[in-house]
């Protein structure tokens, strides 16, 4: 984080993508933030060695959205840090003890419930639900005070996969304001079986087969790519966030979402490089990077961890891919002997409160090229539509000429390709169409390639 004093960890690029998009009439360009802490694309891990300890800071703080509104939110910052929505990225090791300090600048006491962790401690002794004298719940868990509180909670991590945190103080109003973040798992050690001499986080879970692509998988001319992505679904329900900022009362019975978020950020932003200049207070971008699979050179898929904190079904739609769906809920899909339980899935349907890992492979199926070109004649130019990221020439790699007027973002003959939420209703920012939950998987050339 910004100045944090953890690290985020995972391989990346070190340069911006340098992206446009065209919004509902509007050509935005999109570039990425000079000096970057985190690789442009992929999961931007917070990190701190082994058992690790971590200080998060509630407080309030604005993001921007895509109808160009900018909304009063809460989250969970890293300790010392800016306001970030949503919450730091946590990674940690299996078997880690994990210890969370979080400091309290709201003006109403918070909390934070690990989902999935076992006998999680606060402040030493075992965490419980927490009840007023008349014996009325009043947190699920316990509380770090309201106007600088503190509350200390740990555990130890026990199962590999893919966690959110949260609040559980009134967390119908409170995890609506922006307090959660996403917890990631690692395996400690390699599974057995694994060829090779890979890392244990190479692997989303204890499972050989849940092995993905890191940057330590492509040669050192080519900009490391990690295939490791986060799609964090939120909502908001602008009424009760103007509410809780002028300080007046929402009933709950109206609370009813008008954005969706990936990341904490709406389309176009979502595909914009993490830590992009022009979102100070929105890290997590939701572009995926890949590379076409190729059995020899390129021989692991990429990784997904789904998570939904809101309150409505995200089916989250990749176009033109199955995912191989190997976790839910931070558990690997096998029998208690170990059975594959692993399932290919279209569209991905994750629950209020779900997380979900997915592998995910791009292949080049039939390997057009010059030499082997698409079956169906190309109409004229003037029968044509020109995408913002069309390269001029359909094949992979190659870029063409564009009609005069025709302006391109592509940057090597990379491939697009749209990857979004198909409750469709949900894909609008209060109404402005088209924005919202939409990222794309950017296919690139395979190596060697012309990509800068
Ligand atoms: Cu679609």
Known sequence: MRTSAFSRVRCGQSRGVGLAVLAPGVALLLQAGAASAAPPTGIACNSAGANPTFTLEAKSGYIQLPDSSTMYMWSYAMGGGAFQHPGPVLCVNQGDTVTVILNNSLTEDVSIMFPGQENVLANGVPAQPQFDGTSTLTSLTNVAGKNGGSMTYSFVASSPGTYLYESGTNPQKQVRMGLFGALVVRPSTVPSGATGTPAPGDFVNNRVDSRFTTGAMFSTTEPLVNEEYMVLLSEIDPYLNQAVESGLPFNPNNYRP????????GFPDSIADNDASWLPDQPYG?????HPFDANSHPYPG??????????????????????VIGRDGRALEGPSGQDMSFEKFAINIGPGQTWDVLFKWYDAENYSEANPVPVTIPQVNNQEFGMFYSGSPYLGKTGTLPPGASTLNECGEYYIIS?????????SWGVNLTGPITYVRVDPPLPNNCP
């Open 286 to 290: 939701a572009l995926a990077r890949i």
């Open 258 to 265: 008008r954005y969706w978020l990936i990341n904490g950020r």
């Open 420 to 428: 979004h939420n198909h409750a469709l209703y949900q894909l609008t």
């Open 303 to 324: 990784a997904i961890r789904y998570l939904n904190v809101g309150t409505e079904e995200f089916p989250f739609h990749p176009h033109g891919n199955n995912g191989l």
